[in-house]
């Protein structure tokens, strides 16, 4: 059975229904030096994912400290072929405690320019094909950002833009200052964070108060149905918590059973499960990958062919959250 098309497919044609996360790639989180053990790691890791069919490689400026970027970089210096083969997608907002103060969000016109070259000098490419805001800024401008856009756009460094972890009234202001509309909405979603999901089906209930902050949501998978802005899922495997052969939470044990149950059902891996279920949703949500095992990125695939059925989807819905629905 064919998968439904993607809205980011509508902009550019050839993404893949799954996105690769990069943010496992490069070594330590600091000034530590990459080495040739980690330009294979990242090697093994990418040609999995390739080799799946996945096309959307995702990075952020912070991953690893830059280095992220900088080993993916150096496997496209080594393979020239593998740019034109990839949609290249990164981030930019988030700043590290230096000398001007602690860690911060920053979507200044300024620092996103500046953010998004060094992130191209790093990935050694003169565009990418998609650059997302990684968080909320309380400080600011829509003005601002947007021509940091245009600038980006007319200087060909970046083809479309996005946002990340963003709520629907976030990105509906953000997009009226705006010439080109936004692409991607990054953030947590799936069977290990249910709020984007909960803050529709429990609003009006008392159970909606069971999970803090799942109101902020409120609208958010609605309103990028609706302007075709492409859902895309971190923390889309829940970290292990249920395709594991024990929970590490007696919490998640129902579901990490359940997850296997479904899993044994129809061939698949417990990957496949957690995937699929994130994209029998009918926003076409994309899974980002975010383990860099090779074995565990090619389970992967399991997912794009396996579609659940209602009742299977609700019975994790339900497992995963710990109750019945009101």
């Known amino acids: 059975m064919a998968l439904p098309s993607l809205p980011l497919q509508q902009h550019l044609p050839s993404t893949s229904a799954l996105a690769?996360?990069?943010m496992g790639l490069g070594g330590t989180w600091d000034d530590t030096p990459y080495t040739e053990a980690h330009v294979a790691h990242a090697h093994a890791a990418v040609e999995a994912?390739?080799?799946?069919?996945?096309?959307?490689?995702?990075?952020a400026?912070?991953?690893?400290?830059?280095?992220?970027?900088s080993v993916f970089g150096e496997l496209m210096r080594r393979q020239p072929s593998l740019r034109d083969r990839v949609v290249l997608q990164s981030k930019c907002g988030i700043r590290f405690e230096d000398e001007e103060g602690p860690k911060r969000f920053d979507l200044s016109r300024e620092y996103i320019v500046a953010a998004t070259e060094a992130s191209l000098r790093r990935l050694g490419t003169e565009r990418l094909d998609i650059l997302l805001l990684h968080r909320p800024d309380p400080l600011w401008e829509p003005e601002e950002i947007a021509l940091a856009f245009r600038q980006l756009r007319e200087q060909g460094k970046v083809r479309h833009f996005g946002v990340s972890n963003m709520n629907a009234g976030q990105m509906a202001w953000l997009s009226r200052s705006l010439d080109q509309p936004l692409v991607v909405n990054q953030f947590e979603i799936g069977l290990?964070?249910?709020?984007?999901?909960?803050?529709?089906?429990?609003?009006?209930?008392?159970?909606?108060?069971?999970?803090p902050g799942a109101l902020a949501w409120a609208g958010t998978l609605e309103h990028c149905q609706q302007h075709g802005i492409q859902v895309?899922?971190?923390?889309?495997?829940?970290?292990?918590?249920?395709?594991?052969?024990?929970?590490?939470?007696?919490?998640?044990?129902?579901?990490r059973r359940l997850?296997?149950?479904?899993?044994?059902?129809?061939?698949?891996?417990?990957?496949?499960?957690?995937l699929a279920w994130l994209m029998r949703h009918p926003a076409r949500i994309q899974p980002v990958i975010g383990s860099s095992h090779p074995a565990r990125i090619r389970a992967c695939a399991d997912a794009l062919r396996l579609t659940l059925t209602r009742g299977e989807w609700y019975a994790l819905y339900e497992a995963a959250r710990g109750h019945a629905l009101p």
């Open 192 to 211: 290990g964070h249910l709020e984007p999901i909960e803050s529709g089906t429990t609003f009006n209930d008392v159970q909606a108060g069971t999970r």
């Open 232 to 255: 895309q899922a971190w923390a889309s495997l829940a970290r292990g918590r249920f395709s594991g052969e024990t929970a590490r939470d007696p919490a998640d044990e129902a579901a």
């Open 259 to 274: 997850v296997h149950t479904v899993a044994e059902r129809h061939g698949v891996s417990t990957e496949g499960v957690l």
């Open 61 to 69: 400026d912070i991953y690893t400290r830059g280095k992220a970027e």
């Open 49 to 59: 994912a390739l080799d799946i069919g996945v096309t959307l490689f995702d990075h």
């Open 20 to 22: 690769f996360g990069c």
